[in-house]
């Protein structure tokens, strides 16, 4: 998009603006003037979104801290079913062993019966929880001071960030645009955060690198969509399988079998949150695999203890 | 195959590096876990002795298993790696070294080559904004800090030590973790119906019986291929070196804290210099040159008298289609083998027992762990082979026929479009898992002339004199942190000589 054209960011208040003010901050806009065109808000602006760590490190750095608009710190989001998805790690490892292997033979032969949940590490996240309407607000403010406009002109160059818009022919999407997510501001904003990331890097402004830029923003956006909608799948699918990706499948039997997070690449998420994604779907790991019986009874025991909930705060 | 919760009789064949590696891990990481490990290896059965130079990874697994890092340093007379210097790669004349490190610092989310890019008229080399390579080429080293605001926080190091000397100080490390030494030659493998390997035959006449076997028998791979049939992926289209001789010589000179690769008529030749000798090796492609010019190639261009007697060896560059197929786990050269160019064959035997550590199953079936160790492996290979692709293909050089070809070959489509972000865009493309970021790419990259044409326009919207003086003062401090380091040699001296009855 190397124009001088004005390029018009065309979705929800939240999505638009947040994608608007990212770009002005972090993109090689050649001088494009960026303006907002509002469709129906996604969110009521008394609703309470959860910004991840990674969300408001970003935030931050575009000059919005959400701490001074009263946003408080969270140690997990939520998950339809009320699942908890811990931005910590659960426990501490032990001689090179994961806690949650030690949890697991704890549970086995110590008979343990507090939940992997409840081991989450004190401590700030980071993340924090903020209203729908002071963070929009606040996002229009910055807007302003770094020059983006409400839409006022029409332009060639849009930016989706609203996937009901059928008519409109963009130069890109973002966020919901790109995949079907279930209705979680949460995980809206996370998609909107990551793929406007990847906008910014992929941002092509010349001619001859437009198909190249743009082929990598979407090998980016594909992986990042698998991610998210694995997660998805798993957060609501109420114990049904039927809807997992090969990938997610195989991701569900390395857990089971090797109590483990298969590694990926582009994961949206953190191993904890999956591990506690998928102990809410109450998939649990047969066994802990075999490294932590190097450990014996009474070190496990101890260092049980040592992570125990009495030290940490709540999620 | 289901793993049995103990005791689980393990059977490593093969005493090599990669063996006695498997042997040290297992014994030290899974000691209590109801191992019951046997290692078989036959004197009469030489040794690769796989890789004198290393990455930094290996002092990750020397810890984790317990060893003392100036004691190893000494037995195995090593010195410190803190990168490999091309010669000749990109064009003839070109140098530049590949650190284990980063360049400059990023801004604002832009990368510091864009930076460099922009201003490089008034900056000069971007090696110069690499403290390992500034150091290396001062001859200069002291460990890294922990201190993330330290310039000297920049860098890892790695290993050059006698590989020969690496498995006999395993060796006592897992003896003295219970692990049984069996000298003997295998002479049969006898595989039961559902096809795992059940029992090893030795030419005296003793069976050994097992539940998991691994073979570390070296490019034969006894068990995973002679007696399994795995099958192999062969990559020699794409990296077509197939065959190497070793040369130990005499020391001349200063002794240098990088490894030193340089591209040759029908391959490359290594120089790595440890604390008693200079390990060199000419890498060929047997399609460009005879063994015996290769050989009086080597040997004509020592910097010493010669050590012992030249060393050949012979490889197809590729891997297993599985690494772990049925109970048989392959580690080491019986695994695969990419060529020595970047030191990576330690790092896969490492990778392959980190991984079996992290997955051994208890009491149940392995088919899931075996799958998705299949998958990472095959991951850091085929991540490994791209790089490796690019320091041939990415060449100027039309001085020889291998050249020409590596040139005007068609690498992966995944080198393809890398490359191409690259040279339109100066991105690199990086991934999550595997081996070779960011800063190793643009270390080949901008080495060997693949060049962006642009850089990223955000640079501009910083103002110019101030930027440029930052980064002067960027280097001017990376200079002065690595004339402030020991000189290696003393360094080495210091920490960790290796004891005079020792050398030899």
């Known amino acids: 998009m190397a124009q001088q054209d004005p390029v018009t960011i065309v979705g929800s208040p939240l999505d638009a603006w947040l994608t608007a003010v990212m770009l002005a901050r972090f993109a090689p806009l050649a001088g494009a003037k960026l303006q907002v065109l509002e469709t129906s808000p996604v969110a009521r602006v008394d609703d309470v979104v959860v910004l991840r760590p990674e969300m408001v490190r970003t935030n931050v750095s575009i000059g919005l801290d959400p701490k001074r608009l009263g946003a408080q710190p969270v140690q997990a989001w939520a998950g339809p079913h009320r699942q908890s998805l811990p931005f910590n790690s659960f426990g501490r490892p032990l ?119 743009a082929r990598e923003y979407d090998r980016r956006l594909q992986a990042m969509q698998a991610s998210i909608e694995d997660m998805q799948a798993l957060l609501w699918s109420d114990g049904r399988t039927d809807d997992y990706s090969s990938r997610l499948k ?44 190097s450990l014996t009874l009474a070190e496990i025991s101890d260092h049980v203890e040592t992570c125990s909930p009495k030290e940490v705060a709540n999620v | 195959m289901t793993i049995q919760p103990s005791p689980l009789n393990v059977v490593i064949v093969g005493g090599g590096t990669a063996g006695w590696m498997a042997a040290a891990g297992l014994s030290s990481l899974l000691e209590n876990a109801g191992l019951n490990i046997t290692l078989v290896e036959s004197a009469a059965i030489g040794t690769v002795g796989v890789g004198e130079a290393t990455l930094p990874h290996l002092r990750f697994f020397n810890q984790a298993i317990g060893i003392d890092e100036y004691d190893f340093m000494a037995a195995t007379r090593a010195t410190v790696k803190l990168g490999i210097e091309f010669v000749d790669w990109g064009k003839i004349g070109d140098r530049y070294i590949h650190p284990f490190g980063d360049y400059g610092i990023p801004n604002d989310g832009v990368g510091f080559h864009h930076f460099w890019r922009r201003f490089s008229g008034e900056l000069g080399s971007i090696s110069q904004f690499s403290l390992p390579v500034v150091a290396a080429e001062l001859g200069k080293f002291e460990p890294p800090s922990d201190d993330e605001r330290s310039a000297l926080s920049t860098f890892r190091f790695a290993y050059q030590f006698d ?130 010019t290769a050989m009086d190639s080597l040997v004509n261009s020592l910097e010493g008298p010669l050590l012992a007697d030249p060393k050949p060896l012979r490889f197809v560059t590729g891997k297993r289609r599985k690494l772990w197929n049925k109970n048989c786990v392959a580690i080491g ?78 690498v992966p489509d995944s080198l393809k479009e890398k490359m191409a972000l690259f040279r339109a865009r100066g991105q690199v493309q990086t991934y999550d898992h595997g081996l070779f970021l960011e800063p190793s790419w643009l270390a080949v990259y901008l080495g060997q002339r693949v060049l962006p044409d642009h850089y990223d326009p955000r640079v501009d919207e910083y103002p110019q004199n101030e930027i440029v003086s930052r980064l002067q003062g960027m280097k001017t401090h990376i200079r002065a942190s690595a004339d402030q380091m020991m000189g290696h040699a003393d360094w080495i001296s210091l920490h960790c000589p290796t004891p005079l009855e020792g050398l030899s």
Not at chain 1, 114 to 140: N, P
Not at chain 1, 250 to 273: K, L, Y
Not at chain 2, 360 to 386: C, Q
């Open chain 1, 95 to 213: 001689k090179g062993v994961s806690f949650v292997a030690i949890w697991l033979r704890a549970r086995e032969e110590l008979g343990e019966t507090r939940s992997l949940q409840s081991f989450v590490s004190a401590g700030q996240t980071g993340g924090c929880a903020i209203e729908v309407g002071r963070y929009v607000q606040a996002l229009k403010t910055i807007a302003t001071k770094v020059g983006v406009t409400p839409c006022t002109q029409a332009s060639e160059h849009i930016v989706q960030a609203d996937p009901n818009l059928t008519e409109a022919q963009p130069d890109c999407s973002v966020g919901a645009a790109v995949m079907t997510l279930r209705p979680s501001t949460t995980l809206r904003l996370q998609a909107v955060h990551k793929s406007v990331l990847a906008l910014i890097d992929c941002w092509s402004w010349r001619e001859n690198d437009r198909d190249l830029a």
């Open chain 2, 163 to 292: 590989a020969t000397q690496y498995a006999p100080y395993l060796r006592r490390h897992a003896e003295a973790r219970g692990v049984t030494r069996l000298e003997g030659r295998v002479v049969d493998v006898v595989v039961d119906e559902e096809g795992d390997v059940r029992t090893l035959k030795l030419e005296d006449g003793r069976e050994i019986h097992g539940d998991l076997f691994i073979d570390c028998s070296g490019f034969i791979g006894l068990l995973i291929e002679k007696a399994l049939g795995t099958g192999y992926e062969e990559w020699t289209h794409w990296l077509p070196c197939d065959r190497a001789v070793a040369a130990p010589c005499e020391h001349a000179g200063e002794l240098l804290p990088y490894t030193r690769a340089t591209a040759r008529e029908a391959g490359w030749q290594w120089r790595i210099p440890l604390q008693h000798r200079t390990g060199n090796g000419y890498v060929y492609s047997s399609q460009f040159i005879d063994d015996q």
């Open chain 2, 333 to 410: 050269l019986s695994g695969g083998f990419l060529e020595p160019l970047e030191s990576t064959s330690i790092y896969l035997i490492q990778q392959g027992i980190t991984y079996l550590i992290e997955m051994f199953p208890h009491g149940v079936s392995a088919e899931v762990a075996r799958t998705e160790y299949n998958r990472i492996m095959d991951l850091e290979f085929k991540r490994i082979r791209d790089f490796l692709i690019l320091h041939y293909h990415a060449t100027e050089r039309t001085d020889a026929p291998l050249w020409d070809m590596m040139r005007e070959m068609d």
């Open chain 1, 250 to 293: 195989h991701r569900v039997s390395v857990w089971q079998n090797v109590g483990r997070i298969a590694p990926v690449d582009d994961d949206q998420f953190t191993p904890q949150e999956w591990m506690a994604a998928f102990l809410s779907a109450e998939l649990v790991p047969s066994a802990a695999g075999r490294l932590v019986h």
